[in-house]
Structure formats: structure tokens, C-alpha cells
């Protein structure tokens, strides 16, 4: 089991920043990659960033650019920075783990509101 917890979520104004934490603890052998996903009301979840056990990191349209996804393998941690924040980056955002051949571990969410 892999257990994912976030913080650093909050309000902000328009073009400020804000950084996100995701520790994971538990089996933590077993993640692949570390990643953030979001979902507004009214919308369908959509992916912000991934970062590998190697490094590797890929991010969704509306992010790439702005936002920056590093981890800390020593610390089992992710972090997202989001620079130059916009009103449509207001979300819940969700850290998630890929585990395993196919499993997924998400944590809890943490709310990101930008206002104009």
C-alpha cells in the first residue's frame, strides 16, 4: 500500500505562485512515477504533470511552460510549482502514485483558487 498525502494548496492572485507537496510513505518501492491531476467543477479530471522514478517529466497543455514538476526520491516526494497562475488553474488538485504493473494510490486533494 502506498499512501500519498498533500499540502500547500490555497489562495492566490492571478500571475502569483504556489508550490505543492505530495509525501508518499508506505511501499514505496513500488511507485513508478509521481504525478498531479486537477479537476474544476463542471470538468473532467485532467492531467497537470508526471515525473518518473528516472526523472522523466511530461505535462498537460494548459500547464507546460508555467508549471514545473521535481521530486526528492530520498524523501519519497513530489513537488509542483506553478508559476504565472491563471483563474482556469482553479482546481482541485490530486497527487497520485503509479504503482506496481497497474495500480494507482491517490491522496486527498488540496484546493488551488486563483483569483482574477
Known amino acids: 500500500q502506498v499512501q500519498l498525502v498533500e499540502s500547500g494548496g490555497g489562495l492566490v492572485q492571478s500571475g502569483g505562485s504556489l508550490r505543492l507537496s505530495c509525501a508518499a510513505s508506505?511501499?514505496?518501492?513500488?511507485?513508478?512515477?509521481l504525478g498531479w491531476s486537477r479537476q474544476a467543477p463542471g470538468k473532467q479530471r485532467e492531467l497537470v504533470a508526471q515525473?518518473?522514478?528516472?526523472?522523466?517529466?511530461n505535462y498537460g497543455d494548459p500547464v507546460e511552460g508555467r508549471f514545473t514538476i521535481s521530486r526528492d526520491n530520498a524523501k519519497n516526494t513530489v513537488y509542483l510549482q506553478m508559476n504565472s497562475l491563471k483563474p482556469e488553474d482553479t482546481a482541485v488538485y490530486s497527487c497520485?502514485?503509479?504503482?506496481?504493473?497497474?495500480?494507482?494510490?491517490w491522496g486527498q486533494g488540496t484546493q488551488v483558487t486563483v483569483s482574477s
Open positions: 497520485y502514485a503509479l504503482v506496481g504493473a497497474r495500480g494507482r494510490a
Open positions: 508506505g511501499r514505496t518501492v513500488s511507485i513508478n512515477a
Open positions: 515525473i518518473t522514478t528516472g526523472g522523466v517529466a
